[in-house]
């Protein structure tokens, strides 16, 4: 070992700041460097591509582009019958598929002018809550695991089978229903469902307090989703955002208790919650709270179910008389509404789908520009989209 | 942690007029706003308000919804081919319908129309929680409107769609692309005269899931 005087050492370590200092002095020039998120990343939730242009960390510019899953329904649904449509419409959020059935349902209930007797009416909401339910318990739990905390994940699936047996015994899908008929319901409730829901919607609660605790209090998930992918309430709904996402910044809007259309909602008591942030943390929080909030809407419709018929009186061969309907509900994921034309045939002439997801990730370019590379994946999750319901 | 939620849930019903009439207001003061390119309104009570403008008064009419009306919330953009189409509905048997039909006249809906296709945004408020419907005509000869990204942001992506399934032409849209189909797919497959192939190759077996019931009569 050679030995090292003091003086040479010192000159050393003089020598060496030098050079770190002129290492960091010296201006760092990145090349901007495209990013190809997807089509198959686990973030991304089926097939949506991202497209990111980046300087070093940060994003400059990033651009969703869709169509992997295109299926054309809105041409489909034209050769099809009314009561066929259903088929197709549940496959667009294939996680809460009843809930997309309703709109579609109402929309062709207006321009026959029948109404469902109100205990369908009352099913109809109880099994619109459980699709909510089963869809956004999947949402708490994937927004996690994307953060990375892993365990969240497959508490969500564990626990999202409560209300999907439950699904599955009244319609006898678990992911496709198909349960919705012009003028009321295919089935009534099956024996001993009522209880074995609310038992459901128990073990529901209980999950949304431990999340409560394990996610929103956990202080990596607040550092990684506060502030981070604010959106502003008037360009959300210059966008076109809608559902939690928009309650999230704030503005006080829920197409259940404002909507005006043929469900329970007014016969129950509950309300809308919303967060003044408008950030990723937000959004996620108040999904919770509304997955609590649901859970008591579906205990009230099951105590207070009304008896009764569940079809109206509508011909067995169902013909729409013409004219222009636009039905929306307040779906898991946002807004959902058709706007049906009909000629009075048997089938549909033109049916627009306005899937909320189409809408809510259509502010990703706006609202991914100058964030850094891992507040992609958090914004993208706390938007929640549906691949199938960007795509249709 | 805080609870945060919005102010209790008021089901009763909204104070002030009844929504019909505040349709018939709406109507009134879009009227006021554009003058002579207001065309028609129809409304079909306690259900929706329609409003048809001219197209080049298309803009206009948006912001006028925005900022007189509060329709802050943009819902949707898309068109309406009214053509019939010519490969009938494409849902008898071949032996049911061994003739095609002669095709019915062409019929717009509600607020009527001249043309072929239509233009339609949908806009709604979240105050008023009250919608409407805006259509405009556009000429067969000159398929295009001006974009409505200036006043909507969010027509972005929904004027993409418009333009790739019915071939309608956004002035001034920076960004015209194809969003769901593939660059160079050719044709606006929610045209009516384009065919769905998948009907055209293999005949559908008719409507069988519609059989009467013995005993009962076709209503």
């Known amino acids: 070992m050679t030995a090292v005087s003091a003086d040479q050492r010192q000159q050393l370590a003089y020598v060496a700041t030098q050079a770190a200092d002129a290492r960091l002095n010296v201006e760092i020039e990145t090349e901007g460097m495209t990013l190809n998120i997807g089509p198959q990343h686990p973030a991304t939730h089926g097939t949506l591509r991202l497209v990111a242009r980046l300087d070093g960390e940060q994003v400059v510019e990033a651009e969703p582009i869709m169509g992997y899953m295109h299926r054309g329904y809105e041409k489909l649904a034209e050769v099809r019958t009314y009561p066929q449509v259903t088929t197709l419409i549940n496959r667009i959020d294939w996680l809460g598929s009843f809930a997309n059935e309703v709109p579609f349902i109402l929309a062709a209930e207006k321009l026959m002018e029948v109404e469902a007797p109100p205990r369908a009416q009352w099913i109809r909401t109880a099994l619109f809550e459980l699709s909510r339910i089963a869809n956004i318990t999947l949402f708490l739990g994937d927004m996690a695991v994307q953060l990375g905390a892993l365990t969240p994940v497959f508490m969500a699936f564990r626990d999202r089978e409560f209300v999907l047996n439950q699904i599955e015994a009244v319609t006898g899908g678990r992911f496709h229903p198909n349960f919705d008929r012009i003028g009321g319901l295919k089935d009534d409730l099956p024996q001993g469902w009522i209880d074995d829901t609310k038992q459901a919607m128990e073990k529901i609660r209980d999950f949304c307090d431990e999340f409560e605790e394990l996610v929103l209090g956990n202080e990596i998930f607040q550092a990684r989703s506060r502030g981070i992918g604010i959106v502003p309430p008037a360009v959300g709904l210059s966008y076109g955002l809608s559902g939690a996402n928009i309650r999230a910044s704030g503005v006080d809007w829920d197409l259940r208790r404002d909507g005006h259309e043929a469900l329970a909602y007014d016969q129950v008591d509950w309300k809308v919650w919303t967060h003044p942030d408008g950030d990723s943390f937000a959004r996620y929080w108040v999904r919770l709270q509304e997955t609590r909030e649901a859970t008591h809407i579906v205990d009230q419709l099951l105590d207070g179910l009304p008896s009764g018929p569940i079809m109206a009186k509508v011909p067995r061969i169902i013909k729409v008389p013409a004219g222009e309907a636009y039905a929306a509900t307040e779906n898991p994921l946002g807004e959902m509404g058709y706007y049906i034309v009909s000629k009075g045939d048997l089938v549909p002439f033109r049916v627009k789908i306005r899937s909320a997801s189409f809408s809510n990730i259509s502010i990703t370019p706006w609202l991914l520009k100058g964030v850094y590379v891992p507040d992609i994946i958090t914004i993208l999750a706390s938007l929640y989209f549906i691949l199938g319901d960007i795509d249709r | ?219």
């Not at chain 2, 308000?49 to 943009?74: K, M, N, P, Y």
């Not at chain 2, 009938?88 to 809906?109: I, T, W």
């Not at chain 2, 956004?170 to 009516?192: A, S, T």
Request: hydrophobic share 35%.
């Open chain 2, 1 to 219: 942690m805080t609870q945060l939620s919005s102010t209790d849930t008021d089901t009763a019903a909204e104070a002030g007029p009844e929504p019909d009439e505040r349709r018939e207001a709406w109507a009134a003061q879009l009227a006021d706003a554009l003058g002579d390119d207001f065309i028609e309104h129809h409304i079909i009570p306690d259900s929706d308000l329609w409003v048809r403008v001219t197209r080049e008064s298309w803009v206009d009419a948006a912001t006028a919804a925005r900022d007189q009306l509060g329709c802050e919330f943009f819902d949707w953009l898309s068109a309406i081919d009214w053509l019939p189409s010519p490969y009938g509905r494409d849902m008898d048997a071949q032996e049911d319908n061994p003739q095609p039909k002669a095709a019915d006249p062409m019929e717009q809906g509600h607020a009527g129309g001249q043309t072929r296709f239509q233009i339609v945004v949908r806009l709604y408020s979240t105050t008023e929680h009250m919608g409407l419907t805006i259509k405009a005509d556009l000429p067969d000869d000159d398929l295009s409107v001006d974009t409505l990204i200036p006043v909507f942001a969010g027509s972005n992506w929904h004027e993409r769609e418009a333009w790739e399934m019915f071939g309608i032409h956004f002035n001034n849209h920076p960004d015209l692309r194809n969003i769901y189909l593939p660059g160079e797919f050719e044709g606006n497959p929610l045209r009516k005269d384009f065919p769905l192939l998948a009907r055209r190759v293999k005949p559908w077996p008719g409507i069988v899931d519609v059989e009467l019931f013995p005993g009962e009569e076709e209503s």
